[in-house]
Nanobody, 123 residues
Framework: QVQLVESGGGLVQAEGSLRLSCAASGRTFRISTMGWFRQAPGKEREFVAAIKWAGGSTYYADSVKGRFTISGDNAKNTVNLQMNSLSPDDTAVYYC????????????????WGQGTQVTVSS
């Protein structure tokens, strides 16, 4: 099994920044792709960003492209999400996820999920 623990959420004003972190433990050798998803109240969970360990390719949702940056350290089994120019529309619970496959990083078919961290952006 793989355990994922997120940190770094909180309350921030519009146009501010936050940095989320996710630490993986356990059978981390199984991980090939790590991603971030979010779920706002009353909405479905949606893809935010992902990174493949092999090659470091990154993927972003159109809504966050140019504002959010995903980065990771394969050796330390950590992934970060730097979020800039935040807006109230970014308010959601953010989930870290990991999977063994490198296919379809934007899909929600991840094997492991964290508990989530709340991000609230005030106007």
């Amino acid at each position: 099994q793989v355990q994922l623990v997120e940190s770094g959420g909180g309350l921030v004003q519009a146009e501010g920044s936050l940095r989320l972190s996710c630490a993986a433990s356990g059978r981390t050798f199984r991980i090939s792709t790590m991603g971030w998803f979010r779920q706002a109240p009353g909405k479905e969970r949606e893809f935010v960003a992902a990174i493949k360990w092999a090659g470091g390719s990154t993927y972003y949702a159109d809504s966050v492209k140019g504002r959010f940056t995903i980065s990771g350290d394969n050796a330390k089994n950590t992934v970060n999400l730097q979020m800039n120019s935040l807006s109230p529309d970014d308010t959601a619970v953010y989930y870290c996820a990991a999977k063994g496959s490198t296919l379809f990083p934007r899909r929600m078919d991840y094997d492991y999920w964290g508990q989530g961290t709340q991000v609230t952006v005030s106007s």
